[in-house]
């Protein structure tokens, strides 16, 4: 009895909303308000007597079924690559048909890389540098982009693109007095190994919190668009580090601002020991191009002319059409994170020695050249005594050179001396001078 | 209990004309006409008043003619002068285009372009990397965040990059073209997030430069040191003096130095020092000191907490000749309340209280 009235009684309540809703709806069109556009954005007047959806916020159609979009990481975004594993032209028309002699200096760059990279390594187990960091497996990265660049191009990097330097011609005296932070150092011996910088190069210097370049790139590419140069910006990052706020900031900023950049993502597999199956579950970084609204490709980053091919395109259109775009070069971290990394502790040696010997850049495009008699056994051979004996050289110069004066201590910290600084300096001269036998004072210049 | 009777008001005139209110808002008049208590407590609390008085600087005639500007219309006017001489300076952050939610920017896209004014996605720490990257590219680049509380998402690109930028690369680079403004401090009911004054984290971070006006000719002057400095600068704007505090101030370009604190009146006895809002209540407190227990105060502005004019404040080894403590008054170790704000600030009582207590100690 009672639940009967009960819901009698809900019923009536329920009639009367559907009545005070009916009374609204015939309200509505009185108390509507006209929209005024301000933005300089122009939208299109709403209507709703249109069917398709007026919000400002999405320009789609309505659908009538509830589906879930499939993010597609089965069949994802392919990999756009120009040679084979052995280094054959798979299609005729993609060969970006360089000279004989660009395609040298790219083979040549990346060797002399490599075997700086073995050198310095080296160094740092024996003790005479700190810390390093090689780029084993990625060279192609480094050279396929770099060389489809104007020099005046900016670039900022992450930590692992020695290679685009020394395709600028960095010189290899430069690199080691960085890493072992000599007088030499255009750095004044303030970073640790590997953060170079090059104001002549056009290549901001390298800090060690990851991805905060992202969001400097874009603003970089913004002033550059401003002063209409001809003047393009790329970044460089890890998949790891995308993973940053700071990337997502840049990608937004990048669309949004419509700034002329490449975002050139080197996608080798691992941020220190995490797989990308632990850094993402999407289809990598070039799957989250098209949510910021930006042009995207993946490519066989170990193959330099693909990797040529796309920076250069990417390049051309960034700076004609003022958008950003994103490159994601899929390659493999062959050595070690860094000189305090094992990895033998994360990743099988097979998995190495795969990619070390079936798919590296470096005797891909070596395969390329000798297709061609462009290189032979016996350039193989001079020319690897060469670049070790000229890498040796540059490093036992840096070695034997003094470290830079301790008063570069105290300076750039603002573009002018401070008065509390400057006491400070006074302060550590006086007590360097009376304490000196327990500090080093004979490996630093006077 | 006044803003809640505030909210009845305007539900029970609404009835008609907002949709979908109808039902609710007639609820909540008769709410209000069964209890005649409430519009008696309307007229007994009123919100607080200001805890200060602004004392406006006299007016100068040094950098040519002047005009009638609060705080925020003086930062326009600095800013309206940077646009003007600087052809690289951009000025980008939420909502600047259309003037602001402070009206810091108004009409200043209109007369530059918005490719000078222009708003970035909602996103702090894109603010600062982005403005760090036009400023290492030779813009100059001035970046709002639109209170100092939501600065901690940049606090890494401040303080890792901006701060570090000229000294890890050798001086090859550098991001001196960089300024970031930032609405700062209590407003009387901002509560937690549209009140703090976050400076001292900054505080103890080189290579940065952090500056905190007291008024409008300040903040003109300061702001445009700021701008020219060839160091990343943090410019905070005392929020409740936008429109608070109002003055001459000169329409053409001047600067005020930076680090270097300014006495604004000399005294024998006590030494009082601080930045921004506060100064005004101190000064009030230099008064009430002189007034009622014979005390003579020094007041003295900060102006730039970093790098700050130790020569001014402290006055080689000053802390060997104090005849009493130093004394600190600020807020509690909480976070900014609401409610509480009248119990929580350092105001003019406290003040003179802490100087009673250290005339006697």
Redesign the interface.
């Given at each position: 009895m009672a639940a009967v009235s009960g819901v009698s009684r809900m019923s009536g309540l329920c009639f009367h909303a559907a009545r005070?809703t009916a009374a609204?709806k015939a309200?509505?069109p009185m108390?509507r308000r006209s929209f005024r556009v301000?933005?300089?954005h122009q939208q299109q007047p709403f209507d709703s007597s249109l069917e398709k959806p007026q919000f400002p916020g999405a320009s789609a159609e309505f659908v009538d079924h509830l589906e879930f979009i499939q993010p597609n990481v089965i069949s994802g975004i392919p990999v756009y690559r120009v040679m084979d594993r052995q280094g054959n032209i798979i299609n005729a028309s993609e060969d970006p048909q360089l000279s004989k002699e660009t395609v040298l200096n790219f083979y040549q760059k990346m060797t002399l890389l490599n075997t700086m990279d073995r050198i310095l390594y080296e160094s740092q187990r024996q003790g005479r540098i700190s810390f390093y960091m090689t780029n084993y497996g990625e060279e192609g990265t480094h050279i396929g982009s770099a060389a489809a660049l104007e020099s005046n191009d900016?670039v900022?990097g992450q930590y692992r693109e020695a290679g685009v330097l020394m395709y600028r011609g960095f010189p290899l005296d430069l690199f080691m007095a960085q890493c072992y932070a000599n007088a030499d150092?255009?750095?004044?011996?303030?970073?640790m190994p590997v953060?170079y910088?090059?104001?002549d190069l056009n290549f901001?210097?390298i800090?060690s919190?990851l991805a905060?370049q992202?969001?400097?790139?874009?603003?970089?590419?913004?002033?550059?668009k401003?002063?209409n140069m001809n003047r393009a910006v790329i970044c460089y990052f890890g998949e790891g580090a995308a993973s940053e706020?700071?990337a997502?900031?840049?990608f937004?900023?990048s669309a949004?601002?419509e700034c002329p950049l490449i975002f050139f993502c080197r996608n080798n597999g691992y941020a220190i020991s995490t797989p990308t199956n632990e850094q993402y579950r999407g289809d990598g970084i070039a799957a989250r191009g098209p949510g910021y609204g930006m042009l995207s490709i993946r490519v066989d980053g170990n193959d330099v002319f693909a990797v040529y091919n796309a920076t250069k395109e990417a390049r051309r259109r960034a700076v004609a059409e003022n958008q950003p775009f994103l490159i994601e070069a899929m390659t493999y971290r062959i050595g070690h994170h860094s000189t305090s990394d094992d990895s033998s502790a994360y990743r099988s040696v097979d998995e190495v020695n795969y990619w070390d010997k079936q798919d590296h850049p470096i005797s891909r495009l070596r395969h390329y050249m000798t297709a061609r008699d462009w290189w032979s056994e016996d350039d193989e051979r001079s020319w690897r005594k060469q670049s070790r004996k000229t890498v040796m050289e540059a490093f036992e110069r840096a070695e034997r050179r003094l470290k830079p004066n301790p008063e570069l201590l105290f300076?750039?910290?603002?573009?002018e001396m401070?008065?509390?600084l400057d006491k400070q300096r006074e302060s550590m001269f006086r007590h360097i001078q009376q304490y000196k036998e327990h500090y080093p004072v004979d490996l630093y210049e006077k | 209990m006044a803003a809640a009777a505030r909210v009845f008001i305007r539900g029970a005139h609404a009835t008609l004309?907002?949709?979908?209110a109808?039902?609710q808002s007639s609820a909540r008049s008769a709410l209000l006409k069964l209890s005649p208590g409430c519009s008696s407590r309307l007229k007994t609390q009123q919100r607080h008043a200001a805890h200060f008085t602004f004392q406006p600087e006299p007016v100068t005639t040094q950098y040519g003619p002047t005009q009638k500007m609060n705080l925020f219309q003086s930062i326009t006017s600095a800013l309206d002068n940077t646009l003007a001489s600087d052809p690289?300076a951009?000025i980008f952050g939420e909502d600047v285009?259309?003037g602001g939610v402070f009206r810091c920017t108004v009409g200043l896209r209109d007369k530059y372009g918005?490719?000078r004014v222009?708003n970035?996605?909602l996103?702090e720490?894109?603010i600062?990397?982005?403005?760090?990257?036009?400023?290492?590219?030779?813009?100059t680049?001035i970046a709002e965040i639109q209170f100092a509380d939501y600065i901690f998402?940049a606090f890494?690109?401040i303080v890792?990059?901006a701060a570090?930028y000229?000294?890890?690369?050798?001086?090859?680079?550098?991001c001196?073209n960089l300024t970031i403004r930032a609405p700062w401090g209590c407003v009387g009911h901002g509560s937690l997030y549209h009140s703090q004054s976050p400076e001292a984290f900054f505080a103890h971070c080189?290579?940065i430069?952090i500056v905190i006006p007291r008024g409008p000719l300040e903040a003109k002057g300061l702001l445009l040191s700021c701008i020219a400095d060839?160091?990343p600068c943090l410019f905070f704007e005392p929020k409740i003096l936008y429109r608070a505090a109002v003055e001459q101030v000169p329409v053409d370009s001047y600067t005020i130095p930076l680090?270097q604190a300014e006495v604004l009146q000399e005294g024998s006895d006590v030494t009082l020092v601080a930045w921004g809002t506060q100064i005004h209540v101190l000064k009030e407190v230099a008064n009430m000191a002189q007034e009622k227990l014979g005390v003579s105060c020094e007041v003295i502005d900060l102006r730039t907490i970093l790098?700050w004019d130790?020569?001014t404040i402290c006055k080689e080894e000053c802390f060997l000749n104090l005849e009493a403590p130093i004394a600190r008054v600020c807020g509690y170790d909480t976070p900014f309340p609401h409610i509480f704000e009248p119990f929580y600030i350092p105001d003019k009582w406290k003040c003179f209280e802490a100087i009673k207590r250290m005339i006697n100690y």
């Open positions: 005070q609204l309200l509505r108390t301000t933005a300089a900016l900022f150092d255009l750095g004044k011996g303030r970073q953060h910088g090059s104001k901001v210097t800090s919190p905060t992202i969001p400097q790139a874009v603003g970089a590419a913004y002033a550059l401003r002063e706020g700071d997502h900031a840049g937004n900023f949004t601002l300076t750039d910290v603002y573009e401070t008065p509390s | 004309s907002v949709p979908g109808g039902k690289t951009v285009a259309f918005k490719d222009f970035t996605p996103c720490q894109g600062v990397g982005f403005g760090i990257g036009a400023a290492v590219a030779g813009a680049a998402p890494d690109q890792n990059e570090k000229r000294y890890r690369s050798g001086n090859l680079f550098d001196g080189p290579g430069k060839n160091n680090s790098p130790t020569e």
